[in-house]
């Protein structure tokens, strides 16, 4: 797919699959006003050492492992919503989270299996654990279009990425950065928008807390589709599977 085509699916995913990208950026927004809320206000040695504490603590893992595990439900509808739209068909309803509730469970699974091989991967010299991450991570692009079975997701993202590593990562990586640096302007614009907001109407910490999530979770929400679209464009380049 071109720049231009991989804009246009990105827009139409943004519009039509706005259900899936809102939820996911609400996810995410709502985990990091939490984690922020963890750390300390100044840089004195005490603070520092509850920071120390806060990166080691079994909260913030159990917060990222919550993510991580919620946030495939809403993933996985923008993978279906992009691939849809991508073939000229009509997007899935309720941007595509009510067929990718079904498939939650077999991504959970599917997801632990791939967390583990990379990790015995990078654990081997790290260059393992990379080129594992770069080669399955379309397993969720297979499970969502139903190219395969749940178990036969993994095999499959490898055979389609054979051969085709650099190219397919360079354009998964190109989309992503983009979407980030969109999501990035639309937070430095909007928090912009923001303070004159707070400094006009002298808004409380209540207030102004509403303002910041606000803020937070539009920029997630423009740059949530990104990395779907990237997998599902890449997915669609490499064409059918080598033997």
């Known amino acids: 797919m071109s720049g231009a085509s991989v804009f246009g699916l990105y827009r139409s995913v943004l519009l039509r699959g706005w259900p899936a990208a809102l939820l996911l950026a609400l996810m995410m927004s709502l985990l990091i006003d939490r984690l922020m809320l963890q750390l300390p206000e100044d840089l004195s040695l005490e603070a520092l050492e509850q920071l120390q504490a806060f990166l080691v603590s079994a909260t913030l893992w159990r917060s990222l492992l ?33 067929a990718a509730l079904r498939a939650w469970p077999a991504a959970l699974l599917i997801a632990l299996l791939f967390s583990v091989l990379v990790s015995v991967g990078l654990l081997l010299l790290l260059v393992p654990g990379f080129y594992l991450a770069g080669a399955l991570q379309w397993w969720v692009v297979a499970l969502m279009v139903g190219d395969a079975k749940a178990s036969q997701c993994l095999q499959e993202s490898w055979r389609r990425v054979s051969g085709h590593w650099w190219r397919s990562n360079s354009t998964v990586f190109t989309v992503a950065i983009c979407g980030l640096v969109a999501g990035t302007l639309v937070s430095v614009l909007a928090g912009i928008m923001a303070h004159l907001l707070i400094a006009t109407l002298s808004l409380d910490s209540g207030a102004r807390h509403i303002v910041a999530l606000a803020v937070s979770t539009l920029a997630n929400f423009v740059a949530a589709p990104a990395y779907p679209v990237a997998l599902v464009a890449s997915y669609r380049d490499l064409g059918p599977p080598a033997k």
């Open 66 to 98: 919550a993510l991580g595990l919620l946030s495939l439900w809403p993933s996985c509808a923008l993978v279906l919503c992009a691939h849809q739209l991508a073939g000229g068909t009509k997007a899935p309803a309720a941007g595509g989270l009510l």
